[in-house]
């Protein structure tokens, strides 16, 4: 004891030499900082601008890149012969519509940042839209998108096929009163020297794409960049400020919009924090993008010479600390035992108390039995379960949409912890609307009890539905997980929770038709038809017989047709349907493969067993399509080389546009015609790889040979091996080089 005294006696004494020291270094260094700190401000400025100019030009380049391609794609839609009946005829077919409007949702789904495509007719005097909201034609005079009427009558007002910045009305059910920001682009061509238009195509592109492209090339995150036009209006959205807000009267909007030069900087106040303003102007459309930066933080850059004179002071702190944490870890030991058993005692008594009140809830959804009004309030007591047992109760059932790829991505512990987030998030969710609690009554469903005056919310279900949407919402915000819900009726007592329970059951089934995602009510006047379940056996002797030929496509319609033509197709209808169905396509299978002594690599037996894994009507289809796939490859593969062929046919293709972005597992299942899931799996047998990572090594390859045989610059190299995103370049490179693409251009000729 005597020896630590006086160590400690030692220590506090070389600890009051070192601190006079530090001070005499620290005043020192500071005074030295305060002088060098006005002269380095303002090239401490340039230099950031120069590099933030930088960040601002690529933003600039995806502009340009958005105008391109939207030209592009709108001549390419207006040049395309299939659609003139919708550019031209007063009347087409409705044939000639839908066949026409497939054939541009084609177009709008090659492009990601596509929101909307708009076709107007003026001979029909009729705007054909995609996606479809309620309809995908309208006439000009009902049209929703009032404002783009006005575009067509006011055209003469706006430059062809550049950015118009405006919002557009949802028309998703159960978003109706909201709108979407978007630029839209008008393309049109006018005959002779006429001065009406006879047809238009626009294309909405989504302002979230902008948003997204400039915050993916903010690789620091500090600050803020966005666009107005010449007027000062916003065209990308702030952290605080709405889409098309006009910011015209802020100093520092005036000062960059009046600015003779293209790009500049300013240190102004914005929003009421002094901030380096930099902007830079691309004409073609007439934006100014612009980028804030606080200028604290810019500050900080200058105020590390600060830092680096503290270090020496913090080195010899940081010694001294780390003689005292070793000395106070091993007086804390005892301690820290101590609390960790005390709080491992307090977490078993939660998780048991959690468990008993989920087993006794599970019991009153089961079935009361025989317990007594008493004990049952003292039960619910113990518990603090807030139920008034003689009020109105009602089950909602919430379905993990998608289970199998839920209990193949997480682990027991995971589902465990995801199913308990999504009690929680329900019962957040429902407080104000009825007394909750929830309980998993098994591996795929939660069920919620809710206690209270329910029956007013099933007369008018606006308010429940927005109470489940928003839990919908909030489990795929959070958990990224989809849920359905069904809905009971109101029971008057806990007497009769079983029932309700087993009708939130029932209902769930319609979710097999409705899809995922669904919100599923209680109907007592949808009563079932009346009319036996008759297996249509005629359209199954045609389908067989597409099916030994080899026509993918023709099966998987029959399919289709069979499925529509049910009577009533109820859940039990589609049950015994595509059961009935799967057996025969099996048997006929196998009984292929016997007679050919050839195998179609697709495993028959567990087809039913998958089969009535599936959650929807979708999912089922699906299913079928991959089985009809590969059955038709296996037929086509008796008559050519087979899988060796299709392997030396997909390396062809990456070695011919390995440079185009688009190209991707996809694509070349597009362009073989064959099913994307079934190509990937043989492709992968044959080769021990997956197309992508495929198609990734071979574009890493040609990567480095333009990294150590050309001068090209990084961003050159990315766009030229089909990464638009030079980022995500960097990302891909690193993963399968362990070094990133400069680092591989400075150490190429030492390892040569």
């Known amino acids: 004891m005597i020896q630590i005294k006086g160590t400690k006696r030692t220590n506090k004494l070389y600890a009051n030499i070192f601190l006079s020291l530090t001070i005499c270094i620290i005043v020192t260094m500071v005074s030295l900082s305060l002088i060098l700190y006005m002269n380095f401000e303002k090239i401490t400025l340039s230099n950031i601008y120069a590099s933030e100019k930088n960040s601002l030009s690529q933003s600039s380049y995806s502009a340009k890149a958005m105008m391109t391609s939207a030209t592009n794609y709108a001549v390419q839609i207006y040049s395309d012969p299939q659609f003139d009946k919708l550019l031209y005829y007063e009347e087409p077919t409705p044939n000639d519509i839908n066949y026409s409007l497939t054939r541009l949702n084609t177009y709008l789904n090659m492009n990601y940042f596509f929101y909307s495509i708009y076709i107007y007719n003026k001979n029909a005097n009729t705007f054909y839209t995609l996606p479809d909201t309620a309809t995908s034609v309208y006439q000009k005079e009902l049209f929703y998108d009032k404002e783009a009427i006005q575009l067509i009558n006011e055209f003469k007002d706006y430059k062809r096929l550049t950015p118009i910045p405006r919002k557009i009305p949802v028309q998703v059910f159960g978003q109706e009163g909201n709108f979407a920001n978007v630029y839209t682009f008008m393309f049109y061509d006018l005959p002779g020297m006429s001065s009406n238009l006879d047809n238009?195509?626009?294309?909405?592109?989504?302002?979230?794409?902008?948003?997204?492209?400039?915050?993916?090339?903010?690789?620091?995150?500090?600050?803020?960049?966005?666009?107005?036009?010449?007027?000062?209006?916003?065209?990308?959205?702030?952290?605080?400020h709405p889409f098309m807000t006009n910011l015209s009267n802020e100093s520092y909007m005036k000062k960059a919009i009046n600015a003779k030069d293209n790009s500049g900087y300013m240190v102004q106040e914005v929003d009421g924090v002094k901030s380096l303003v930099i902007y830079s102007k691309y004409e073609p459309s007439n934006w100014i993008f612009l980028r804030v930066l606080p200028y604290d933080q810019i500050m900080n850059q200058i105020n590390s010479m600060k830092f680096n004179v503290l270090l020496v002071c913090l080195i010899i702190l940081i010694i001294g600390l780390a003689v005292s944490r070793s000395l106070s870890r091993s007086l804390y030991k005892p301690i820290e035992s101590m609390l960790s058993n005390l709080n491992l005692l307090a977490k078993e008594k939660r998780d048991n108390q959690f468990k008993l009140k989920q087993n006794y809830l599970s019991k009153l959804v089961h079935n009361l039995g025989e317990e007594k009004t008493h004990d049952i309030e003292g039960k619910l007591h113990e518990y603090n379960i807030q139920f008034t047992a003689n009020s109105e109760f009602m089950i909602l059932l919430i379905s993990i949409d998608r289970y199998q790829d839920f209990i193949n991505k997480f682990n027991y512990k995971d589902r465990s912890l995801l199913k308990y987030a999504v009690m929680n998030i329900a019962t957040e969710c429902l407080q104000g609307t009825a007394v909750s609690e929830c309980v998993e009554m098994d591996e795929r469903n939660i069920t919620v009890i809710l206690n209270g005056q329910l029956k007013p919310l099933l007369a008018d279900r606006s308010k429940l539905d927005g109470v489940l949407k928003e839990i919908q919402k909030a489990a795929m915000q959070h958990l990224q997980l989809s849920l359905s819900i069904s809905v009971s009726e109101a029971g008057d007592s806990l007497a009769i929770l079983?029932?309700?329970?087993?009708?939130?059951?029932?209902?769930?089934?319609?979710?097999?038709?409705?899809?995922?995602?669904?919100?599923?009510?209680?109907?007592?006047?949808?009563?079932?038809?009346?009319?036996?379940?008759?297996?249509?056996?005629?359209?199954?002797?045609?389908?067989?017989?597409?099916?030994?030929?080899?026509?993918?496509?023709?099966?998987?319609?029959?399919?289709?047709?069979m499925s529509e033509a049910l009577d009533n197709p109820s859940y039990l209808v589609y049950n015994m349907f595509f059961s009935q169905l799967a057996y025969t396509l099996c048997t006929t299978a196998m009984a292929m493969e016997k007679s050919s002594g050839s195998s179609f690599n697709y495993d028959f037996h567990s087809f039913i067993f998958q089969l009535h894994q599936?959650?929807?009507?979708?999912?089922?289809?699906?299913?079928?399509?991959?089985?009809?796939?590969?059955?038709?490859?296996?037929?086509?593969?008796?008559?050519?080389?087979?899988?060796?062929?299709?392997?030396?046919?997909?390396?062809?293709?990456?070695?011919?546009?390995?440079?185009?972005?688009?190209?991707?597992?996809?694509?070349?299942?597009?362009?073989?015609?064959?099913?994307?899931?079934?190509?990937?799996?043989?492709?992968?047998?044959?080769?021990?790889?997956?197309?992508p990572d495929y198609l990734n090594e071979y574009r890493m390859e040609r990567a480095k040979e333009m990294l150590t045989g050309t001068n090209l610059s990084i961003e050159d190299i990315s766009q030229k091996t089909g990464y638009n995103n030079s980022t995500y370049f960097y990302k891909v490179f690193k993963k399968y080089n362990g070094i990133t693409p400069n680092e591989y251009r400075q150490n190429a000729p030492s390892e040569e």
Request: glycine fraction near 4%.
């Open 614 to 691: 599936q959650e929807t009507l979708q999912d089922t289809i699906a299913q079928f399509s991959e089985m009809i796939d590969a059955i038709a490859i296996g037929v086509r593969e008796r008559k050519s080389s087979k899988h060796d062929h299709l392997i030396v046919t997909i390396d062809e293709i990456i070695q011919q546009d390995f440079s185009h972005p688009e190209l991707s597992l996809y694509k070349i299942a597009e362009t073989i015609d064959m099913s994307p899931a079934y190509l990937g799996r043989i492709f992968k047998k044959m080769t021990m790889k997956s197309i």
């Open 498 to 561: 079983h029932e309700l329970y087993e009708e939130a059951q029932q209902m769930m089934e319609k979710k097999f038709i409705s899809g995922y995602g669904s919100i599923l009510y209680s109907n007592p006047e949808n009563t079932l038809s009346g009319n036996p379940f008759l297996y249509p056996s005629i359209q199954e002797k045609s389908l067989i017989e597409v099916i030994k030929l080899g026509k993918a496509e023709e099966a998987k319609q029959i399919i289709a047709d």
């Open 200 to 240: 238009v195509i626009m294309l909405n592109i989504s302002e979230k794409w902008m948003k997204d492209t400039i915050r993916n090339l903010d690789i620091n995150g500090q600050g803020s960049t966005f666009i107005v036009d010449e007027k000062g209006t916003l065209v990308t959205s702030t952290d605080k």
